[in-house]
C-alpha cells in the first residue's frame, strides 16, 4: 500500500455488502482503510457495517460503523454530523447505496419506482445536501458517485427505474462538480459494467432464467474480456478518484466496463 489516503476522513454509504463476499461499497472502504484513511462507514443494515468495521480494524485501521437510511433527510443529517464531531470533519464522500429492481414501464409498478429513486438518486442528493457544507468549511473535498453501465446503455432487459437513476447521477455529478469546483471540492463518477458482486445474485437471476450459475456465466460472456469485473475494480477506480492524484479531475465519468460500453452490437 502507498497510504495514498493517509490522514483523509471517508465517509463511505453502502458500506456493508448486501450478501457474502465483497460488494463494491465493502471494498471500497476497506481499500481507503489500507491506503490510511479513517473511515466512516454507514449501511442500512448495523451489522453489515459492523462486518467492514470488523475487518478494517483486523488490519489495524480505524473505522465507525454507522446505521442510516440514506433515503431520509433526518438520518442523513444525523450521519454527517456524527461522522464531523467524531473524526472533526469529512474528506471524500463515497456514495455507493443502491437497490436493484428489474422492469420496463408497465411491469414496474409505482411503489418500485418511487422506492429505486429514493434509494439511488435521493440518497445521494440528500448525502450531498448535507456532507458539502462541512467540506466548505475545511475548503477542500471530493466527491464519488458509483453509477451503472445501465445508466447509459441497454443492458440486455428491463432495468428502467435502476436505469434512470444511475443516468441521473452522471448529470447530478458533473453540476455538483461545477458549481462547487472554485471552492476546492471535486465530484466525479464512477460507471462499472458487468460485475460479480453479491448485489446481482438474488434481484437479477430472474432476468436470466432463474438460474444464478447460469446467470454468471452468461453475463460473463457478454464481457468483451469473458469475464465480469468485480468490486475491487470499482475501488481501485473510486480510490484514485478520491486521492489527491486525481486533483485536477472534476466533473469526469470513468468507465470500468471492460470495454462493454465501447462495443457497437
Known sequence: MTLRMQGKIV???????????WGNGKAAAVLYAREGARLFAVDYRLDAARETQGIIESEGGQCVAFQADVSKSDDVQRMAQACAEHYGGIDVL????GIVETGGPVETSEESWNRVIAVNQ?????????????????????????????????????????SATKAA?????????????????????????MLNTPLIREPLKEAYGGDADSMISQRDRISPTG????????????????????????????????GLSARCA
Request: overall charge neutral; hydrophobic content about 45%.
Open 94 to 97: 463515497h456514495n455507493n447505496v
Open 11 to 21: 465517509l463511505v454509504t453502502g458500506a456493508g455488502s448486501s450478501g457474502p463476499g
Open 227 to 258: 469475464a465480469m469485473g468485480d468490486a475491487w475494480d470499482t475501488a481501485y477506480a473510486a480510490l484514485f478518484l478520491a486521492s489527491d492524484e486525481a486533483r485536477y479531475v472534476n466533473g469526469s465519468t470513468l468507465v470500468v466496463d471492460g
Open 169 to 193: 447521477l452522471i448529470s447530478m455529478t458533473s453540476n455538483i462538480a461545477l458549481q462547487y469546483a472554485g471552492d476546492g471540492i471535486r465530484a466525479n463518477c464512477v460507471v462499472p459494467g
Open 122 to 162: 435521493t440518497s445521494v442528493f440528500l448525502t450531498c445536501k448535507h456532507v458539502i457544507p462541512y467540506m466548505l468549511e475545511r475548503k477542500k473535498g471530493a466527491i464519488v458517485n458509483i453509477g451503472s453501465v445501465a445508466g447509459m446503455r441497454w443492458v440486455g432487459f428491463p432495468y428502467l427505474a435502476y
